[in-house]
């Protein structure tokens, strides 16, 4: 199988605090793991893609220091939501693509974290 | 550039109907990947398929089936003698080789199957 695992799935925090989600794979090397965030009844947005080891690739317009990435293994990547703020509050999802050659290019999701800032 | 179009928005069908799900793309690589993800109430995107540009056969997988056309960039997706568990939101998706394994979504398409 390919399982991708995310915790918490979800979480109500207050105004100026940090959350961090945890995204793990837990049955494969993940070589590249990626961060979306999806607002109601809209499609994915990509936020960030992560490689074991290396500093994030922040897509254009998402603020690197208010979201941290950082991916220690193969199989853990986590997003940290800095001085959070109402307009935070939203669906993030995690993906992971395997290290194994035959299906680098399929990227498994995590069920998602839904954050609500009061 | 790479895009990719949902045109529909919402489908409602009855149990048992067949429903097919367009899905349109664009792309100038000649290698590239489509992907079909579905989305239940719960949140999670489950992987459906995954069909590399070379490969223009089309797949059925149980009352699931997939028609890949290169000539018409569309890569749609029929569900047969639909049922109510198969209610989510449907995304497909496509990488390309210069896209650095960005997955490119459309907008998905909202499926309702009534009983």
């Known amino acids: 199988g390919a399982v991708v695992s995310q915790h918490p799935s979800w979480v109500i925090c207050k105004s100026g605090t940090s959350v961090k989600i945890e995204c793990r794979s837990l049955?494969?090397?993940?070589?590249?793991m990626f961060w979306y965030r999806q607002f109601p009844k809209q499609s994915l947005m990509l936020m960030a893609t992560?490689?074991?080891?290396?500093?994030?690739?922040?897509e254009q317009g998402v603020e690197k220091d208010k979201f941290l990435i950082n991916h220690a293994s193969l199989t853990l990547s986590t997003l940290t939501v800095t001085s959070a703020h109402p307009e935070d509050s939203s669906f993030y999802i995690c993906?992971?693509?395997?290290?194994?050659?035959?299906?680098?290019?399929?990227?498994?999701f995590g069920p998602g974290t839904r954050l609500t800032v009061l | 550039a790479q895009k990719v179009t949902q045109a529909q928005t919402e489908i409602s069908v009855v149990e048992k109907e067949d429903v097919t799900l367009d899905c349109v793309y664009e792309?100038?690589?000649?290698?590239?990947?489509l992907f079909w993800y579905k989305q239940p109430p719960s949140g999670e995107l489950v992987f459906l398929i995954r069909?590399?540009?070379?490969?223009?056969q089309n797949e059925i997988s149980g009352r699931y089936s997939w028609n890949f056309q290169k000539s018409t960039s569309s890569f749609n997706f029929t569900i047969t003698a639909s049922q109510v568990v198969d209610s989510a939101v449907y995304f497909c998706?496509?990488?390309?080789?210069?896209?650095?394994?960005?997955?490119?979504f459309g907008t998905g398409t909202r499926l309702l199957v009534s009983p």
């Open positions: 049955d494969f090397q993940a070589t590249t």
């Open positions: 992560s490689n074991e080891g290396s500093k994030a690739t922040y």
């Open positions: 998706a496509l990488r390309t080789n210069t896209g650095f394994q960005k997955l490119v």
């Open positions: 792309t100038r690589d000649t290698t590239y990947y």
């Open positions: 993906s992971a693509s395997r290290a194994d050659l035959q299906e680098a290019d399929t990227q498994y």
């Open positions: 069909r590399n540009s070379f490969d223009e």
